[in-house]
């Protein structure tokens, strides 16, 4: 298997734009996490999904933040409009059920001037 | 409250072992995770224990487990400086996501 696949694997924009995220989680893996990862606050979760559904949303930390998740083989996170302190590492996740290992992508290094 | 805590830094030297300790908080946790994040790169699976279980050794690894005191350790043998990386230690609550620590820099010097 590929793994789960980010792209793109690094964005830089300018504070106001449109940023979105892609995830393609592992084939057969029912659940799908985003992460955010900062050296101030470490690794924290986002939101994930089951079965295509989030479940749980409140580490995404204001409405500038939205995730979709429209089939088992996609996921999206964006941000709008973005701003210099969401400058990250952005990292999906995929499990086969929600309380099961999980398989981390590569990230998304976001710099936002 | 749900947290997952470990020392931030450990330093040590080339050949001798590490420990990396971690406290949890939830007993209906299943499995416990180490994962490993090498500079510039994801999180990997390291190793996992079972929560019926007090040890596990794989190679240099070693994972201990005391469910009374809810810690768990990770011993890395002979430690060479491809260890240095962050070390998340991650407990399973039931129908629930993983919760991950804060993560430990390992730092190996030769």
């Known amino acids: 298997d590929a793994g789960v696949i980010q792209s793109p694997r690094h964005e830089v924009t300018e504070m106001g734009q449109e940023v979105t995220l892609r995830c393609k989680p592992i084939s057969g893996h029912n659940s799908l996490f985003w992460y955010r990862q900062t050296m101030m606050r470490g690794l924290e979760l986002l939101i994930y999904f089951n079965n295509n559904v989030p479940i749980d949303d409140s580490g995404m930390p204001e409405d500038r933040f939205s995730a979709k998740m429209p089939n088992a083989s996609f996921s999206t996170l964006k941000i709008q409009p973005s701003e210099p302190r969401d400058s990250a590492v952005y990292f999906c996740?995929?499990?086969?059920?929600?309380?099961?290992?999980?398989?981390f992508g590569p990230g998304t290094r976001l710099l936002v001037l | 409250g749900e947290d997952v805590e470990q020392s931030l830094f450990l330093s040590v030297r080339e050949g001798d072992s590490s420990v990396i300790n971690c406290t949890y908080t939830?007993?209906?946790?299943?499995?416990l995770y180490w994962y490993k994040q090498e500079p510039g790169a994801g999180l990997q699976l390291l190793t996992y224990i079972f929560s019926n279980m007090d040890m596990k050794q794989d190679q240099r690894l070693t994972v201990l487990l005391n469910k009374k005191d809810k810690h768990l350790s990770l011993r890395i043998a002979d430690t060479q400086t491809g260890d240095s990386a962050i070390y998340f230690c991650?407990?399973?609550?039931?129908?629930?996501?993983?919760?991950f620590g804060k993560g430990t820099t390992l730092s190996v010097s030769s």
């Open positions: 939830d007993s209906s946790s299943t499995y």
């Open positions: 996740a995929s499990s086969r059920d929600r309380a099961e290992t999980q398989y």
């Open positions: 991650a407990e399973s609550p039931a129908g629930t996501a993983l919760i």
